[in-house]
Protein backbone atom coordinates (compact mmCIF):
# COMPACT_ATOMS: atom_id res chain seq x y z
CA UNK A 1 0.00 0.00 0.00
CA UNK A 2 1.53 3.24 -1.14
CA UNK A 3 -0.07 7.04 -0.17
CA UNK A 4 1.60 10.23 -1.22
CA UNK A 5 1.41 13.04 1.63
CA UNK A 6 3.84 16.49 2.26
CA UNK A 7 6.00 17.64 5.14
CA UNK A 8 5.22 20.95 5.76
CA UNK A 9 7.63 23.47 7.22
CA UNK A 10 5.28 25.43 9.42
CA UNK A 11 5.16 26.13 13.33
CA UNK A 12 3.06 23.30 13.70
CA UNK A 13 4.25 20.75 10.95
CA UNK A 14 1.52 18.34 10.32
CA UNK A 15 2.29 14.88 8.52
CA UNK A 16 -0.88 14.02 6.27
CA UNK A 17 -1.62 11.00 4.21
CA UNK A 18 -4.75 11.02 1.63
CA UNK A 19 -7.10 8.04 2.51
CA UNK A 20 -10.73 7.34 0.68
CA UNK A 21 -11.28 11.49 0.12
CA UNK A 22 -10.42 12.64 3.36
CA UNK A 23 -7.27 13.69 4.77
CA UNK A 24 -5.67 12.21 8.16
CA UNK A 25 -2.96 13.29 10.24
CA UNK A 26 -1.05 13.95 12.20
CA UNK A 27 2.80 13.95 13.64
CA UNK A 28 4.53 16.44 15.22
CA UNK A 29 8.98 17.26 15.56
CA UNK A 30 8.86 16.90 18.88
CA UNK A 31 7.99 12.73 18.16
CA UNK A 32 10.28 12.53 14.64
CA UNK A 33 13.65 14.59 16.06
CA UNK A 34 14.75 13.03 13.02
CA UNK A 35 12.60 14.75 10.06
CA UNK A 36 13.94 17.84 8.42
CA UNK A 37 11.78 20.39 6.96
CA UNK A 38 13.78 22.07 4.51
CA UNK A 39 11.21 24.23 2.42
CA UNK A 40 6.99 23.98 1.80
CA UNK A 41 7.60 22.04 -1.35
CA UNK A 42 9.03 18.68 -0.27
CA UNK A 43 7.07 15.78 -1.74
CA UNK A 44 7.71 11.90 -0.55
CA UNK A 45 5.74 9.01 -0.67
CA UNK A 46 4.77 7.21 2.83
CA UNK A 47 5.24 3.59 2.70
CA UNK A 48 4.20 1.14 5.33
CA UNK A 49 6.08 3.86 7.85
CA UNK A 50 4.85 3.01 11.07
CA UNK A 51 3.88 6.58 12.13
CA UNK A 52 0.52 6.67 14.15
CA UNK A 53 -1.52 9.31 12.00
CA UNK A 54 -4.88 10.49 13.41
CA UNK A 55 -7.93 10.09 10.89
CA UNK A 56 -9.45 13.27 10.80
CA UNK A 57 -13.33 11.58 11.11
CA UNK A 58 -12.55 10.01 14.02
CA UNK A 59 -10.34 11.74 16.16
CA UNK A 60 -9.34 15.46 17.05
CA UNK A 61 -5.77 16.87 15.93
CA UNK A 62 -4.54 19.90 16.77
CA UNK A 63 -7.49 22.04 15.06
CA UNK A 64 -9.63 19.51 17.14
CA UNK A 65 -8.28 21.31 20.26
CA UNK A 66 -8.96 25.01 19.66
CA UNK A 67 -12.53 23.65 18.62
CA UNK A 68 -13.14 21.87 21.95
CA UNK A 69 -12.70 23.81 24.95
CA UNK A 70 -11.92 22.60 28.49
CA UNK A 71 -11.95 23.03 31.95
CA UNK A 72 -8.70 21.44 32.50
CA UNK A 73 -6.57 21.49 36.32
CA UNK A 74 -2.97 19.62 36.16
CA UNK A 75 -2.67 17.74 40.20
CA UNK A 76 0.49 17.56 40.84
CA UNK A 77 2.63 15.61 43.17
CA UNK A 78 5.09 17.48 45.10
CA UNK A 79 6.30 15.24 47.82
CA UNK A 80 9.98 14.65 48.94
CA UNK A 81 10.22 12.07 46.88
CA UNK A 82 9.81 14.46 43.85
CA UNK A 83 13.02 16.78 44.78
CA UNK A 84 12.91 20.43 43.64
CA UNK A 85 15.08 20.12 40.56
CA UNK A 86 12.74 16.95 38.92
CA UNK A 87 9.75 19.80 40.37
CA UNK A 88 11.29 22.46 37.46
CA UNK A 89 11.14 20.02 35.15
CA UNK A 90 7.35 20.00 35.61
CA UNK A 91 6.95 23.57 35.19
CA UNK A 92 7.93 23.36 31.67
CA UNK A 93 6.13 20.38 31.22
CA UNK A 94 2.58 22.28 32.11
CA UNK A 95 3.75 25.21 30.38
CA UNK A 96 4.23 23.09 26.95
CA UNK A 97 0.70 21.32 27.39
CA UNK A 98 -1.00 24.65 28.07
CA UNK A 99 0.16 25.86 23.91
CA UNK A 100 -2.13 22.82 22.74
CA UNK A 101 -5.12 25.01 23.70
CA UNK A 102 -6.67 28.17 22.80
CA UNK A 103 -6.92 29.79 26.60
CA UNK A 104 -9.64 32.13 27.50
CA UNK A 105 -12.95 32.94 29.80
CA UNK A 106 -14.82 31.56 27.01
CA UNK A 107 -12.32 28.99 25.55
CA UNK A 108 -9.97 26.43 27.56
CA UNK A 109 -9.56 27.42 31.01
CA UNK A 110 -6.79 26.02 33.33
CA UNK A 111 -5.59 25.24 36.68
CA UNK A 112 -2.97 24.25 38.89
CA UNK A 113 -3.51 21.97 42.01
CA UNK A 114 -0.21 20.22 43.87
CA UNK A 115 -0.80 17.75 46.84
CA UNK A 116 1.97 16.51 49.42
CA UNK A 117 0.32 15.76 52.78
CA UNK A 118 -2.55 18.23 51.36
CA UNK A 119 -3.74 19.39 48.04
CA UNK A 120 -3.83 23.16 47.75
CA UNK A 121 -4.63 25.36 45.05
CA UNK A 122 -2.01 27.12 42.89
CA UNK A 123 -4.17 29.08 40.57
CA UNK A 124 -8.05 28.23 40.11
CA UNK A 125 -9.40 27.82 36.78
CA UNK A 126 -10.20 31.02 35.15
CA UNK A 127 -7.66 32.86 37.10
CA UNK A 128 -5.29 33.49 34.34
CA UNK A 129 -7.00 34.28 30.64
CA UNK A 130 -4.19 33.64 28.38
CA UNK A 131 -1.15 31.40 27.58
CA UNK A 132 1.56 33.86 28.51
CA UNK A 133 -0.05 34.48 31.83
CA UNK A 134 -0.49 30.45 32.55
CA UNK A 135 3.30 29.60 31.47
CA UNK A 136 4.64 32.33 33.29
CA UNK A 137 2.49 31.16 36.56
CA UNK A 138 3.95 27.76 35.66
CA UNK A 139 7.28 28.55 36.24
CA UNK A 140 6.65 29.44 39.63
CA UNK A 141 4.84 26.93 41.05
CA UNK A 142 6.02 26.02 44.40
CA UNK A 143 7.51 23.01 45.76
CA UNK A 144 6.07 21.11 49.16
CA UNK A 145 7.87 18.18 50.08
CA UNK A 146 6.06 15.79 52.93
CA UNK A 147 3.86 12.77 52.23
CA UNK A 148 1.91 11.41 48.84
CA UNK A 149 -1.95 11.73 49.79
CA UNK A 150 -3.42 11.19 46.19
CA UNK A 151 -6.80 10.43 46.97
CA UNK A 152 -7.17 13.53 48.68
CA UNK A 153 -5.86 15.25 46.07
CA UNK A 154 -8.82 13.30 43.96
CA UNK A 155 -11.66 14.31 46.40
CA UNK A 156 -10.32 18.14 46.45
CA UNK A 157 -10.72 18.32 42.23
CA UNK A 158 -14.12 16.45 42.10
CA UNK A 159 -15.65 18.98 45.24
CA UNK A 160 -13.75 21.85 44.57
CA UNK A 161 -11.59 22.27 41.26
CA UNK A 162 -13.79 21.92 38.86
CA UNK A 163 -16.97 23.93 40.92
CA UNK A 164 -17.96 27.58 39.71
CA UNK A 165 -16.52 28.93 42.92
CA UNK A 166 -13.51 27.56 41.69
CA UNK A 167 -14.31 29.60 38.07
CA UNK A 168 -15.07 26.29 36.23
CA UNK A 169 -18.26 25.87 34.08
CA UNK A 170 -20.45 22.80 35.77
CA UNK A 171 -23.53 24.10 34.29
CA UNK A 172 -22.24 24.34 30.91
CA UNK A 173 -22.54 20.93 28.73
CA UNK A 174 -19.74 22.08 25.71
CA UNK A 175 -17.50 22.21 28.29
CA UNK A 176 -15.21 18.90 28.85
CA UNK A 177 -13.81 18.47 32.43
CA UNK A 178 -9.86 16.94 32.04
CA UNK A 179 -7.73 16.33 34.96
CA UNK A 180 -4.41 15.22 34.50
CA UNK A 181 -2.73 13.69 37.18
CA UNK A 182 1.43 13.39 37.50
CA UNK A 183 3.03 11.09 40.48
CA UNK A 184 5.92 9.49 40.94
CA UNK A 185 5.23 7.38 44.20
CA UNK A 186 2.67 4.98 45.73
CA UNK A 187 0.07 6.97 47.16
CA UNK A 188 -0.33 6.57 51.39
CA UNK A 189 -3.94 6.76 51.10
CA UNK A 190 -6.72 5.01 48.89
CA UNK A 191 -7.38 5.79 45.60
CA UNK A 192 -9.83 3.93 44.16
CA UNK A 193 -13.14 5.32 45.73
CA UNK A 194 -12.16 8.91 45.38
CA UNK A 195 -11.07 8.19 41.74
CA UNK A 196 -14.70 6.90 41.16
CA UNK A 197 -16.33 9.60 42.56
CA UNK A 198 -14.59 11.57 40.31
CA UNK A 199 -15.24 9.42 36.82
CA UNK A 200 -19.08 9.92 37.83
CA UNK A 201 -18.98 13.36 38.12
CA UNK A 202 -17.65 13.96 34.71
CA UNK A 203 -14.31 14.29 35.55
CA UNK A 204 -12.06 12.57 32.47
CA UNK A 205 -8.71 11.85 34.87
CA UNK A 206 -5.22 10.76 33.06
CA UNK A 207 -2.57 9.87 35.34
CA UNK A 208 0.98 9.88 34.32
CA UNK A 209 3.59 7.68 36.35
CA UNK A 210 6.78 8.38 36.66
CA UNK A 211 9.10 5.97 38.13
CA UNK A 212 8.58 3.99 41.20
CA UNK A 213 4.71 4.93 40.68
CA UNK A 214 2.65 2.06 40.63
CA UNK A 215 0.52 0.82 37.72
CA UNK A 216 -2.18 -0.56 39.47
CA UNK A 217 -3.01 2.54 41.16
CA UNK A 218 -2.35 4.44 38.04
CA UNK A 219 -5.74 2.50 36.68
CA UNK A 220 -7.53 3.10 39.45
CA UNK A 221 -7.00 6.57 39.25
CA UNK A 222 -7.32 6.85 35.22
CA UNK A 223 -10.77 7.14 33.36
CA UNK A 224 -11.64 4.06 30.70
CA UNK A 225 -10.29 2.96 28.84
CA UNK A 226 -6.83 2.75 30.88
CA UNK A 227 -4.76 1.94 27.69
CA UNK A 228 -5.65 5.79 26.67
CA UNK A 229 -5.23 7.43 29.81
CA UNK A 230 -2.55 5.76 31.78
CA UNK A 231 0.96 7.03 30.92
CA UNK A 232 3.93 5.97 32.39
CA UNK A 233 7.76 7.54 32.07
CA UNK A 234 11.25 6.14 33.87
CA UNK A 235 11.91 9.49 35.01
CA UNK A 236 11.16 13.20 34.93
CA UNK A 237 13.78 13.90 31.81
CA UNK A 238 11.44 11.65 29.68
CA UNK A 239 8.12 13.14 30.57
CA UNK A 240 8.36 15.84 27.62
CA UNK A 241 8.61 12.87 25.28
CA UNK A 242 4.72 11.41 25.80
CA UNK A 243 3.42 15.21 25.60
CA UNK A 244 2.73 14.80 21.83
CA UNK A 245 0.42 11.30 22.61
CA UNK A 246 -0.99 13.19 25.89
CA UNK A 247 -1.69 15.87 23.75
CA UNK A 248 -3.97 13.59 21.08
CA UNK A 249 -5.39 11.75 23.58
CA UNK A 250 -7.28 14.62 25.63
CA UNK A 251 -8.02 15.66 22.41
CA UNK A 252 -9.80 12.91 21.07
CA UNK A 253 -13.59 12.67 21.22
CA UNK A 254 -14.93 11.03 24.15
Keep these: MQDTGRL ?5 PLVWREHSGTESSYAEPA ?4 IMFVNTSVTVK ?18 GCKN ?10 TSSSVGK ?24 RVGVVRYSD ?33 GDALRYINTYSFSAEAGGRPSDRAIKKVAILLTD ?14 HKAGIRIFAVGVGEALKEELDEIAS ?31
Design 68 to 77: VHYDLVFILD
Design 224 to 254: EPKSAHVFHVSDYNAIDKIRGKLRRRICESK
Design 185 to 198: GRSQDYVLDPATAA
Design 31 to 34: EFPW
Design 118 to 150: KPTTEFDLGRYQTQEEIKEAAKNLKFHGGNTNT
Design 8 to 12: AATSA
Design 46 to 63: IQCLNWELVPAVSHVSLA
Design 85 to 108: EDFKKVHQWVANLVDTFEIGPDKT
